[in-house]
């Protein structure tokens, strides 16, 4: 049956059964190659879009409630922290725009009971200027703001708040609002989340020392140009020191 017939010779008929094989084999080869390429070439793009569809982008928000929604201004009048070297506080009270004050806890009169906790309340002080000129009176603003989440009282009387001034490094104290001029009665203020009372005090740009109220002849000396530090101070909360200048 391998055997040719025909009337041409063998080898004619040998050389076409090998041109329809190649041609079978290659078709197959074709065929294969096309199936191949169908169902497994084309893995790369669903891979991609799995890796994709996995992957994510996420944007950090930085988010710090306010008990009360709105920073409201303290409400009702107040007196402001006792004057230095003859010069007497503003006593005004301002709505301050910083909410936030990095406070610590040292020694001080304790809270009455029923009154704001010292956890509950945040105090900051700053100077009004960053550099005050010479013979200028520097004046410096505390702002005490209940950071809690329900209203409380306080006294905010000028003897338990202070402004401080301390030299530059902290470690000399120059000056209290509170030093020659106490003031012992009360200003208990009730103050409802998130609400600030602010508070003006002027200085003189003289040291004293808390002795100057009872001494007859306090010893008070001008303080020269240079850098310093103001705190305020509400009880035993204290607000971190703020650089200011007297040029």
Same mark, same amino acid.
């Given at each position: 049956? /391998?055997?040719?017939?025909?009337?041409?010779?063998?080898?004619?008929?040998?050389?076409?059964?090998?041109? !329809?094989?190649?041609?079978?084999?290659? !078709?197959? !080869?074709?065929?294969?190659? +096309?199936?191949?390429?169908?169902?497994? &070439?084309?893995?790369?793009?669903?891979?991609?879009?799995?890796?994709?569809?996995?992957?994510?982008?996420?944007?950090?928000?930085?988010?710090?409630?306010? $008990?009360?929604?709105?920073?409201?201004?303290?409400?009702?009048?107040?007196?402001? &922290?006792?004057?230095?070297?003859?010069?007497?506080?503003?006593?005004?009270? @301002?709505?301050?725009?910083?909410?936030?004050?990095?406070?610590?806890?040292?020694?001080?009169?304790?809270?009455? =009971?029923?009154?704001? !906790?010292?956890?509950? /309340?945040?105090?900051?002080?700053?100077? %009004?200027? +960053?550099?005050?000129? $010479?013979?200028?009176?520097?004046?410096?603003?505390?702002?005490?703001?209940?950071? &809690?989440?329900?209203?409380? %009282?306080?006294? /905010?009387?000028?003897?338990?708040?202070?402004?401080?001034?301390?030299?530059?490094? &902290?470690?000399?104290?120059?000056?209290?609002?509170?030093?020659?001029?106490?003031? $012992?009665?009360?200003?208990?203020?009730?103050?409802?989340?998130?609400?600030?009372? =602010?508070?003006?005090?002027?200085?003189?740009?003289?040291?004293?020392?808390?002795?100057? =109220?009872?001494?007859?002849?306090?010893?008070?000396?001008?303080?020269? @140009?240079?850098?310093?530090?103001?705190?305020?101070?509400?009880?035993?909360?204290?607000?971190?020191?703020? $650089?200011?200048?007297? =040029?």
């Amino acid at each position: 049956m /391998l055997e040719p017939n025909g009337p041409l010779p063998p080898e004619i008929y040998w050389r076409r059964r090998a041109l !329809a094989i190649g041609a079978a084999v290659i !078709a197959l !080869a074709l065929i294969i190659w +096309a199936a191949s390429a169908l169902f497994g &070439g084309g893995s790369d793009t669903p891979e991609a879009n799995s890796a994709a569809a996995s992957s994510s982008l996420t944007t950090d928000v930085s988010f710090t409630p306010n $008990p009360s929604g709105s920073n409201a201004p303290d409400a009702n009048g107040g007196s402001g &922290g006792g004057a230095a070297g003859g010069s007497g506080g503003s006593g005004t009270q @301002a709505s301050g725009s910083s909410t936030s004050a990095s406070s610590s806890s040292t020694t001080g009169a304790p809270v009455p =009971a029923g009154q704001c !906790a010292d956890s509950s /309340l945040a105090v900051k002080a700053t100077a %009004d200027k +960053a550099t005050f000129a $010479p013979g200028e009176e520097p004046s410096f603003t505390i702002v005490i703001t209940n950071i &809690g989440s329900a209203p409380c %009282d306080r006294d /905010l009387a000028g003897g338990l708040q202070q402004v401080l001034v301390y030299s530059i490094d &902290g470690k000399t104290r120059l000056w209290s609002n509170v030093d020659c001029y106490p003031q $012992p009665a009360a200003d208990v203020r009730n103050l409802a989340p998130g609400e600030q009372a =602010a508070f003006k005090v002027a200085w003189s740009a003289t040291t004293s020392t808390p002795e100057c =109220a009872t001494a007859q002849n306090p010893e008070r000396n001008p303080v020269g @140009a240079g850098a310093y530090t103001v705190v305020g101070q509400l009880g035993a909360l204290r607000s971190s020191p703020e $650089p200011f200048n007297i =040029a």
